[in-house]
Nanobody
Framework: QAQLVESGGGLVQAGGSLRLSCAAS????????????MGWFRQAPGKEREFVGV????????YLTNSVEGRFIISRDNAKTTVYLQMNSLKPEDTAVYYC???????????????WGQGTQVTVSS
């Protein structure tokens, strides 16, 4: 079964760091992982799911939303069928459920992605 599973979330103080992982499982996602653009999104209570960043198929290109640019880094390891979100200098406003997603191309809208993980909670205290 095609599946994306996020991990690495938790509680952290403002200014701290976390690294989220998103591992692909299932024959389709595993075999074709390198053909998928991988995105990260987040959703805070009462808010819309918002774009965080995206990484190209070979990992050579990344795009991050302005609010996290300079603090977050996206990377991927296609051999491990895993994408990462390194989060540094975390702020309370980063608190949200973080989701990874797989899609056909660079995109910033949730509807443009085909597969989604279950999400992992990130809570940043002040």
């Amino acid at each position: 079964q095609a599946q994306l599973v996020e991990s690495g979330g938790g509680l952290v103080q403002a200014g701290g760091s976390l690294r989220l992982s998103c591992a692909a499982s299932g024959i389709r996602l595993s075999s074709y992982f390198s053909t998928y653009v991988m995105g990260w999104f987040r959703q805070a209570p009462g808010k819309e799911r918002e774009f965080v960043g995206v990484i190209s198929r070979d990992g050579s290109g990344t795009y991050l939303t302005n609010s996290v640019e300079g603090r977050f880094i996206i990377s991927r390891d296609n051999a491990k069928t895993t994408v990462y979100l390194q989060m540094n200098s975390l702020k309370p406003e980063d608190t949200a459920v973080y989701y990874c997603a797989a899609g056909a191309g660079i995109a910033t809208m949730p509807a443009q992605y085909d597969y989604w993980g279950q999400g992992t909670q990130v809570t940043v205290s002040s």
